[in-house]
T-cell receptor
Framework: RKEVEQDPGPFNVPEGATVAFNCTYS??????FFWYRQDCRKEPKLLMS???SGNEDGRFTAQLNRASQYISLLIRDSKLSDSATYLC?????????FGAGTTVTVRA | GAVVSQHPSWVICKSGTSVKIECRSL??????MFWYRQFPKQSLMLMAT?????????EQGVEKDKFLINHASLTLSTLTVTSAHPEDSSFYIC?????????????FGNGTRLTVT
């Protein structure tokens, strides 16, 4: 079983829509959780950290469910510029492991 | 803060040659840096942990004699792909944590796209 698994998508949504997707992780002792955004042929950029209490950054909301070992990302009022691949990342010991990414395409 | 710079951005080399990639932390000191590799449509895979002043720690399946890592200062780590072959063609990305704990997020360099012909 992979350490971190994501639905690859793609999620094709119209502008203004809400899109949400999950990521599961296998190690119950994982210590920290993040969402990164990766544009085509570029490096990943940190989108937000994910906390058990849930956290929001503008149109983005992240949740962590430790009992079921998944994290989620919700994007409200999607913009064309939100089109990207979203990577979830999980820290085990000091190492960060990544999922393969969920591709989101926002259409006009 | 936590800016990581990587050079070169892309490189094309012939099979059998060696390629060196530099990773610098610009506004902080990094005792530890991480080297990842990403093949098309796949996840970032951790290759090795680069430790300033000591040997790198390699992940299972990564050949330490092929991927030489040197972390001679608190702001510079280098990855040398020795005797490169076409199957080594990939996107190589370094990363580091800024100030913060071992559980804080990583910040990535801009990556190096290696093509071996």
């Amino acid at each position: 079983r992979k350490e971190v698994e994501q639905d690859p998508g793609p999620f094709n949504v119209p502008e203004g829509a809400t899109v949400a997707f999950n990521c599961t992780y296998s190690n119950s002792a994982s210590q920290s959780f993040f969402w990164y955004r990766q544009d085509c042929r570029k490096e990943p950029k940190l989108l937000m950290s994910v906390y058990s209490s849930g956290n929001e950054d503008g149109r983005f909301t992240a949740q962590l469910n430790r009992a079921s070992q998944y994290i989620s990302l919700l994007i409200r009022d999607s913009k064309l510029s939100d089109s990207a691949t979203y990577l979830c990342a999980v820290t085990n010991d000091y190492k960060l492991s990544f999922g393969a990414g969920t591709t989101v395409t926002v259409r006009a | 803060g936590a800016v990581v710079s990587q050079h070169p951005s892309w490189v094309i080399c012939k099979s059998g040659t060696s390629v060196k990639i530099e990773c610098r932390s610009l506004d902080f000191q990094a005792t530890t840096m991480f080297w990842y590799r990403q093949f098309p449509k796949q996840s970032l895979m951790l290759m090795a942990t680069s430790n300033e002043g000591s040997k790198a720690t390699y992940e299972q399946g990564v050949e330490k004699d092929k991927f030489l890592i040197n972390h001679a200062s608190l702001t510079l780590s280098t990855l040398t792909v020795t005797s490169a072959h076409p199957e080594d063609s990939s996107f190589y990305i370094c990363s580091a944590r800024g100030t913060g704990s071992d559980y804080s997020p990583l910040h990535f360099g801009n990556g190096t796209r290696l093509t071996v012909t």
